[in-house]
């Protein structure tokens, strides 16, 4: 979207809460210069009088709503905040309500007759919070996350970014960054001054530090990946294998929770579902379309990318079939699966159980104990033996908690500059360690890793960034 | 009523000689007016051009079609190339010079260009007329109408200079101070502000004991300065001595410390913290136990030496006292004393990127009235306000480089977008792009700009085009000249020290020069490289190819980082390409802080990537100009 869109003084409102999902409680929230007016045209006291006087900053007040035509359409509060110590830095209003999604658009419809507000763009809040200084581009990102996030680790992780984490831990690193520079500078610049010389052994093994530091919380984001997103779960497997029902079987109750995915240009349906808490996020790679010739082919190549990504794969497996075609084929199809050296825990999931007899029940268990790889007996049709297959899910949750605790950057685009700053600052340093010491180069190297740092906290922001970042925001938040 | 000039500038250093030229050449009637026409193109301080940065700087003037890299060559005593294990963005020129030659080769190549006329004036007033200059008046009671006006006063604004108790008006030892200039440029609206600089006292050869001291002689095979000039080799070479200060040094001069008009308070002007007198380095690193001292040659026609790293405004004996306590100076007498001198320069917030002035327009600054000190510095913003000056008579668009084209540009964006509080020198720390802006590539960078003004002779481009295919079919030879392993295997000792251990595939000569540090003209001795070969077919003059060959090999050592760098830069133009309209009201950009609107006012920015790199003004301020120049400009289409 043009920025252009963003620049203007209207008034403008959405909902704050999920505008079509039921919920107790639905607020709209409202942004700008006719904020209040906008607010006192609609919301009257229970008794139907005109909220009269000055209204209160910060305080709740009771009301009803009234739709175009003046009739009361809903209960419930408003509060005022005024510019500057709002979210935006403007005049807020928040219009608590009944979180029925067919109520939420009659209080929009409502706002918008007063002829003083307008539909918020996607972004807008979180923009004129920007605009007016409430908050630095990493903290803006933050917002995003914390929106978007979909456990509560996510939300918190969100709000450290928020608070100005990111922007604390970068400066040291950046200050720790330009004080290497400047080292090697001074080599260049001053070397005819007979100062004493730079000792690049020392210089490296402090750089080197920087890269273990700056990895680790790479690490502490990459392992948090999962609790804001909920660890991923891939499902490959033969045609016919059972995937589609398996998957349907798993979200079960808990499709109630399901994430915003669908609807995406992806060819994988995704949902998410709960154990013990812990959010998983399902791919179905059998969403795509099993009929006609090369489909297998076809599907593999797409859920590649899934089966990358993911910290768990299920292989599914027609037991029945299999069990007649001999263990050598399953072995087969697993050391293909794992050859990819994807990393993520492979969980057996003989399907089709219900077909088995007790004996081939026994081989198929000798056949999984033979390739060491956890077993999951089940029939999805039948949802039998689901309770052992989520158990083995949570096995397969990976280790390493204890590096969560210190999490610094909430956002993957900062994960990878930081990757690239860290990959600049290794390659000074390996340079350092083959002996080849010529400072403009090791200069240039921290350079470029200065310059990724830059883009994080906004420093070195281009249309690019600004643009990217505003459109990922979801209005009214 | 006198003559009538396109342009005028005021003042024949090393800023003036560079503008009136240029001006000249691209076919303005010029006058370079001087108040003393014996120091045209004068060395006041040492007699030396180029050095870490600086090196770049002459060689980006010569490769635009400047005279000091000429100059140079035509009076150089010693070339050396500094900084030659640091790297290869970072290696420069220097050359010692033989500063009476430098000045009367300079005052002969502006007396004798055509359409440029010197005058011996002092200028007493600008006149201005609706804000537009319009000439200069003289001490004679002269007005010469001009279009556009050059002042390049250098240190001479109501200057004073100190030494000791001993305070005279003048800019320099033996020569006058000019004040009306000043007087004029106040009443005109412009705030002056006060720097200081200084230079060590000249010793007697003759009295020197150089059989104690270290002597540093030039590069065997010297690098001209000039890119398009034969160099001159008729002038003999000279070494520089090495020598230090000591303990005993240091205890006279802080004995000394209430004598020294730094100290006292007499001088309130800022000197430049890179280049501090004697006095200072004493005191402000009082751990050091010695401080480096370089003995330069001045003229061969001279028996007098210049005294690097003794910049003082100490009183006399105070200085033959210390200097006697030196190695190699126990004997030592001082022809001319050292002294600091204090002038006024305006801060060059004030500029366009053209060197004009925002506010009086045909009205440009270059040089030390800027706040740069350096001949260098001085020549490259002289150059560009003659360039600037002579294309907007023309009628023709401004002449700027970016910082990712050339230290000039590095140079000028920094004046104009970060002022100066203190003289500002150019370090190659200062550049982004080191790795593109190298001194060996200079006219590569800008031989097609410098003829596109009209400033290289059709000789100079002919040298230039056959430089561009030499280096392009070396680098064919470079990448199709093929190393089997065979060969390296019966040939041990040619390849010993460039090739380590057995080969299995075979390699390039490119290979070859990223595996080791041998060049093309060391593989072509060891009979691995046909040097010959490329010789003889070579288009461009013996002299250039040590050129060719630098630049060849490092573009392809380095291929990684000129890639990289050369990324970024795209990144950053396309941020930097966005105008800012002239007149652009900063109060109007809704969200902008009160600091921001009033730092953005100062400066006034001309595009968004200068904006960015003011002091105090935010990525997010900025941000929010790009949105409201983007509504801005749209806003036609809208109505349409």
Redesign the interface.
């Known amino acids: 979207m043009?920025?252009?869109a963003?620049?203007n003084?209207d008034t403008i409102a959405a909902p704050a809460t999920a505008p079509h999902v039921a919920a107790p409680v639905g607020i709209i929230r409202v942004s700008g210069p006719q904020a209040v007016r906008a607010a006192l045209c609609i919301c009257v006291g229970m008794d139907g009088t005109e909220f009269s006087g000055s209204i209160e900053n910060r305080r709740l007040y009771r009301c009803r709503f009234l739709d175009g035509r003046g009739v009361a359409f809903d209960e419930g509060f408003f509060v005022v905040m005024r510019a500057p110590g709002s979210f935006t830095g403007e005049d807020c209003v928040e219009l608590h309500q009944h979180g029925n999604p067919i109520l939420l658009s009659r209080m929009m419809e409502s706002l918008v007759r007063t002829g003083l507000v307008r539909p918020a763009e996607r972004g807008e809040f979180s923009f004129r919070a920007?605009?007016?200084?409430k908050m630095?581009?990493s903290q803006a990102e933050g917002v995003a996350d914390l929106i978007s996030s979909r456990t509560p680790r996510g939300a918190e992780l969100a709000l450290q970014s928020i608070q100005g984490c990111t922007k604390n831990s970068l400066e040291n690193l950046k200050k720790r960054l330009v004080s290497a520079l400047a080292e090697v500078?001074i080599?260049?610049?001053?070397?005819?001054?007979?100062l004493s010389r730079l000792d690049y052994s020392l210089w490296a093994e402090r750089l080197r530090a920087w890269v273990a530091e700056v990895e680790k919380i790479r690490k502490g984001f990459l392992q948090s990946g999962p609790l804001r997103d909920g660890f991923r779960v891939a499902i490959v497997g033969a045609p016919n294998a059972g995937k589609s029902t398996l998957f349907n079987q798993l979200l079960g109750e808990d499709r109630s929770i399901v994430s915003e995915w669908a609807g995406t240009t992806r060819d994988v349906v995704r949902e998410s579902f709960l154990v013990d808490g812990v959010a998983f996020s399902l791919s179905d790679t059998a969403g795509i379309r099993e009929t006609g010739e090369a489909v297998e082919a076809q599907g593999i190549e797409r859920s590649l990318g899934e089966i990358r990504s993911a910290h768990a794969v299920l292989l599914v497996i027609d037991a029945p079939a299999a069990l007649l075609r001999g263990a050598d084929e399953v072995s087969r199809t697993l050391s293909d699966l794992e050859s990819r050296n994807f990393g993520a825990k492979t969980i057996l999931v003989f399907n089709k159980a219900d077909l088995l007899s007790e004996e081939e029940l026994a081989r198929g268990e000798a056949v999984a104990k033979s390739l060491a790889r956890p077993l999951a007996v089940v029939s999805a049709k039948e949802n039998k033996g689901l309770e052992s297959l989520r158990e083995q899910l949570l096995l397969a949750l990976p280790p390493g908690t204890e590096e969560l605790d210190a999490p610094r950057i909430g956002r993957t685009r900062h994960c990878e500059l930081l990757g690239e700053a860290a990959e600049r600052v290794g390659h000074a340093v390996r340079k350092v360690e083959m002996g080849e010491t010529?400072?403009?180069?090791l200069?240039?190297d921290l350079?470029?890793a200065l310059?990724n740092l830059g883009q994080i906290t906004?420093?070195?922001?281009?249309?690019d960034v600004?643009h990217h970042i505003f459109s990922e925001f979801c209005i009214g938040k | 009523m006198a003559d009538q000039f396109d342009i005028v500038v005021i003042g024949a250093g090393h800023a003036g000689c560079e503008a009136a030229l240029a001006a000249a050449r691209m076919g303005m009637r010029t006058a370079l007016v001087t108040m003393n026409n014996d120091r045209i193109g004068y060395m006041s301080c040492n007699p030396a051009i180029g050095?870490?940065?600086k090196g770049q700087l002459a060689r980006e003037i010569d490769a635009l079609g400047g005279e000091m890299g000429i100059n140079t060559d035509k009076s150089a005593l010693q070339y050396k190339k500094?900084?030659g294990?640091?790297?290869?963005?970072?290696r420069s020129s220097r050359a010692q010079c033989d500063k009476v030659i430098y000045s009367l080769r300079m005052k002969e190549v502006v007396e004798t260009q055509q359409g440029l006329t010197v005058l011996q004036r002092e200028v007493t007033n600008l006149r201005v007329c609706g804000g537009k200059v319009t000439g200069v008046e003289t001490n004679f009671g002269e007005v010469f109408p001009a279009k556009k006006v050059v002042v390049t006063s250098g240190t001479f604004m109501r200057s004073i200079m100190y030494c000791g108790d001993s305070r005279s008006e003048g800019g320099r030892a033996g020569d006058s101070s000019a004040n009306a200039i000043s007087g004029a440029l106040s009443s005109l609206g412009f705030r002056l502000i006060r720097l200081k600089t200084g230079t060590p006292a000249r010793l007697k050869k003759g009295s020197i004991n150089f059989s104690l001291l270290e002597a540093q002689w030039g590069d065997p095979v010297p690098a001209p300065f000039s890119f398009y000039t034969v160099p001159d080799k008729s002038l003999p070479q000279l070494p520089c001595f090495i020598t230090h200060t000591n303990q005993d040094t240091h205890s006279i001069i802080a004995a000394a410390k209430e004598r020294s008009p730094l100290f006292t308070g007499a001088i309130a002007g800022k000197g430049p913290r890179y280049c501090p007198s004697i006095e200072d380095k004493v005191f402000r690193f009082a751990e050091r136990d010695r401080?480096?001292i370089f003995l330069e040659p001045e003229s061969q026609f001279s028996q007098e030496i210049y005294a690097n790293g003794l910049s003082t405004s100490l009183p006399l004996d105070v200085q033959e006292r210390f200097l006697r306590t030196i190695r190699g100076l126990e004997r030592v007498e001082i022809s001319r004393p050292g002294y600091a001198v204090e002038y006024d320069a305006i801060d060059p917030i004030v500029l366009r990127h053209t060197l004009e002035c925002k506010d009086v327009e045909g009205l440009y600054l270059a040089g030390q009235i800027n706040g740069t000190s350096g001949y260098e510095e001085a020549g490259a913003q002289g150059l560009l306000a003659g360039i600037n000056a002579a294309l907007a008579c023309m009628g023709r668009g401004a002449f700027i480089l970016d910082r990712a084209e050339a230290y000039i540009g590095v140079l000028i964006d920094d004046l104009v977008t970060k002022g100066v509080d203190e003289p500002y020198r150019m370090?190659?720390?200062r550049c982004?792009h080191?790795?593109l802006l190298r001194e060996d590539n200079a006219d590569q960078r800008l031989g097609q700009r410098g003829r596109d003004i009209g400033l290289l002779s059709d000789e100079k481009w002919e040298v230039f085009q056959h430089k561009l295919a030499d280096i392009a079919s070396l680098r064919e030879r470079a990448r199709n000249t093929w190393i089997t392993p065979k060969e390296v295997e019966e040939n041990p000792d040619r390849y010993s020290g460039i090739l380590v251990g057995a080969t299995r595939d075979r390699l390039s000569i490119a290979d070859l020069l990223r595996r080791s540090e041998a060049g093309f003209r060391e593989m072509g001795r060891r009979n691995i490289f046909p040097w010959d070969e490329f010789e003889s077919s070579a288009l461009a003059p013996a002299w250039i190819r040590g050129f060719v060959a630098e630049t060849v090999e490092t573009e392809i050592r380095?291929e990684g980082?000129i890639q990289?760098?050369k990324e970024?830069v795209e990144?950053l133009r396309?941020?930097e390409g966005r105008a800012i309209p002239s007149g652009f009201d900063f109060r109007a950009v809704?969200?902008l802080?009160n600091e921001a609107i009033l730092r953005l006012s100062t400066v006034r920015p001309e595009t968004l990537g200068q904006a960015?790199r003011i002091s105090g003004v935010?990525?997010?301020a900025?941000?929010?100009v790009?949105?409201?120049l983007?509504?801005f400009s749209?806003q036609p289409e809208r109505r349409a």
């Open positions: 043009s920025p252009r963003y620049f003084e920007f605009r007016n200084g630095d581009l500078e080599e260049i610049d001053f070397s005819d001054q007979g010529l400072p403009d180069l200069a240039s350079r470029g310059d906004g420093e070195v922001t281009t249309d600004l | 050095g870490q940065a500094l900084n294990s640091k790297g290869p963005a970072v401080h480096q370090f190659t720390s982004e080191r790795l380095y980082y990289r760098e970024h990144r396309r941020q809704k969200g802080s960015l935010t990525p997010s900025v941000a929010l790009h949105i409201h983007d509504r749209e």
